[in-house]
């Protein structure tokens, strides 16, 4: 039986598409939602573009029958705008002038047919339970939670024999297998591209790291690679030198995941200068970094300044990472700042690296470029997508974040971008993923030890 969603606006404006993900139900949009739209379609940024998406969207439905009465979807669902519910009763501590409100005066006046609220606000689907209105998150571009998200790695036992002849011949995957608490061994399921920490079952004291290529699990290809002087201090940060350092034609995307301290910016943009300084093969025409919170739209639009100056103090997690690897020297590193300064701004006036704003991404074709995300929980599923088809030939593209520090509205760590890319693309051979382990923060001794009990 056909069941009966009705939309708030701001799941169109996360997820444009969004109308035509409810298979063969009818949807109900609130006169409401199309005033929303209105008001944002002059919107810059993402939320801007967005409107419009689905305002267009609404356009060509409206040509195809009337809104009012209900028109087909092609997905075999109906669609129709809800504007007589104005008079439909409410308790006095929820005003009429509110557009949530009036959301819940739709509902209220579809009871009959049980109609259920898709939002994604809680405030609003709190108040819908208190009218007793069934309401839901927008669940179709939700991923598993956090404990359940793909690692990209995975620690697993190999008999002794097979052990010893890994760094010469791989081990088939077949062989591999993990103890249950009982001590039952048990076969283990892996994917294209995920990292092993592989041990011995005779002395649990050997381990080798390796990565899944078809069926085998092969030694690390860059393991002994230093890029821009950094040299790996635990397991975590091989897998990500491995990942970073294979060439955009093998892994045009690489993914890390994990919490702050355990050098995903840092090292993303170590392998980027080695690639552009230390050994230039003209692999990449430079390091494009461009963070999601960035938004020119509201905060700091109203600056002074061109797009750098604007973007520079969001940028400058950026440049405290630059300032460390210029100048590798802990003890002397800021007795001459002047000079590190200086040093800082060559890079940036021979244009080898460029910081943007997320939203000038859109459109592009970008070619031959390293391109970093920083803070990429911070994107919505569609941003990630359009991020990721923007790339052109020889562009390799990094996306960094924690997905338990989100500061987005309405974004969670099931629906964040980067969540969502990562279980997207589990076992694509053209992506390398890795998540860092708190216990592999290298930040400083009082950094593990916030992760710890914080």
Known sequence: MAKTYVIDTNVLIQAPNALLCFEENQLVLPLVVLEELDGLKKAEGERGYNARQVIRTLEDLRRKGDLIAGVPLPNGGTLRVETNCVHEPLPESLPDDKSDNRILKVCRHLASVHPILVT??????????????????????????????????????????????????????????????????????????????????ASLRKTHLGRVWGDRVIPLEYAKETPYG??????????????????????????????AGTAKTFYALAVGLE???????????????????????????????DEQEKISPLMRPIMDNLEQLLDEDEDSRYDDE????????????????QMEA?????????????????????????????????????????????????????????????????????????????????????????????????
């Open 338 to 353: 002047l000079e590190l300064e200086s040093r800082l701004m060559e890079i940036f006036d021979r244009n080898l690296i």
């Open 358 to 454: 997320l939203n000038f991404i859109r459109g592009r074709s970008l070619e031959k470029i390293y391109l970093i995300i920083d803070e990429a929980q911070n994107m919505t599923p569609n941003q990630a997508k359009g991020i990721i088809t923007r790339a052109g030939k020889g562009t390799k593209i990094i996306l960094l974040g924690d997905p338990n520090q989100i500061d987005k509205p309405f974004l969670d760590e099931r629906t964040n971008g980067l969540s969502y890319a990562s279980e997207k693309m589990k076992g694509s051979p053209l992506c390398c993923q890795v998540a860092m382990l708190p216990t592999e923060c290298e930040r400083s001794p009082l950094a593990l030890e916030a992760i710890r009990r914080l």
């Open 275 to 305: 690639k552009l300084l230390n050994h230039p093969s003209e692999e990449y025409r430079r390091i494009l970094i461009c963070r999601p919170n960035a938004q020119f739209d509201s905060d700091i639009g109203f600056l002074p300044g």
């Open 120 to 201: 994604k606000d809680l405030v609003l689907r709190l108040k819908a339970q208190l009218l007793d209105i069934e309401a839901q998150d927008f669940s179709t571009e939700q991923v598993n939670a956090g404990e359940q998200q793909y690692l990209g790695r995975i620690e697993c036992f190999v008999p002794e024999k097979d052990f010893e002849k890994f760094t010469t011949e791989g081990v088939p995957t077949d062989l591999l297998y993990q103890c249950d608490d009982m001590g039952e061994a048990h076969p283990v399921s892996l994917v294209q591209n995920e990292f092993v920490l592989l041990k011995a079952d």
């Open 230 to 259: 950094v040299k790996p201090r635990n397991a975590g940060q091989y897998f990500m030198q491995e990942a970073l350092m294979k060439p955009a034609a093998e892994a045009p995307l690489v993914i890390v995941k994990g919490q």
